[in-house]
């Protein structure tokens, strides 16, 4: 009986591969794409990293949802918003903070 080309495949191009694999949030592999403040680390986290090597699973780097909802590392937005204390904008700080959570849920 002939096998498919599908099974045959993985026999003739035999590598180490051990077929696992996490996917990891860019964030939490690297803290330096992390919001200013937001980080607790100089750079790469090593638990993270050499728990996943150390048990033969490979790494797949996904991006920071963080960096993706909030505008990256300056959070620029957020930057414009410091120190408006006393401003007649500050009022509106929690009715805006209301509205751009609710837009995710």
């Known amino acids: 009986m002939h096998r498919s080309r599908e099974a045959l495949l993985p026999s003739r191009l035999a590598d180490q591969r051990g077929r696992r694999v996490a996917f990891v949030s860019h964030c939490l592999l690297n803290e330096n794409t992390r919001h200013l403040g937001g980080a ?13 090597l150390e048990a033969g699973v490979g790494i797949s ?29 500050y009022p509106l700080r929690r009715p805006l903070l209301r509205l751009f959570a609710s837009v995710g849920a």
């Open 61 to 89: 780097q996904m991006p920071c949802l963080e960096q993706r909802a909030w505008g990256g590392v300056l959070k620029r937005l957020l930057l414009r918003a410091y120190g408006i204390g006393g401003s007649p904008l």
């Open 40 to 52: 607790f680390r100089a750079g790469a986290v090593p638990e993270v990293v050499s728990g996943l």
